[in-house]
Nanobody, 125 residues
């Protein structure tokens, strides 16, 4: 059974930075596309970024492009999300997820079958 555990969330002022981590265990990590999603109160879960198995291909939502960077370390079974220039609209619970796909980077939540419990990111103005 695959388990994903996010960490690194917290409270930060607008313009600041945070680095989220997603530690995977109990299954195959290195072969799969991985993704980050977020969900703000009263809103649907939305795609943030995805990365292929070796980090050679990435895909970002327009809202975070140029500010966030997704990466992974397969030796550590860990994925990261470096978030810079944070603004109030980035406030949400952030989730990591493992895709059903080995190759295609997808933005739809239903293309991911394993999810972490989430970590809260709050950005103050």
């Amino acid at each position: 059974q695959v388990q994903l555990v996010e960490s690194g969330g917290g409270l930060v002022q607008a313009g600041g930075s945070l680095r989220l981590s997603c530690a995977a265990s109990g299954g195959t990590f290195s072969s799969y596309v991985m993704g980050w999603f977020r969900q703000a109160p009263g809103k649907e879960r939305e795609f943030v970024a995805a990365i292929n198995w070796n980090g050679g291909s990435t895909y970002y939502a327009d809202s975070v492009k140029g500010r966030f960077t997704i990466s992974r370390d397969n030796a550590k079974n860990t994925m990261y999300l470096q978030m810079n220039s944070l603004n109030v609209e980035d406030t949400a619970v952030y989730y990591c997820a493992r895709s059903k796909n080995l190759i295609v980077l997808r933005a739809e939540p239903n293309e991911y079958d394993y999810w972490g419990q989430g970590t809260q990111v709050s950005v103050s103005s």
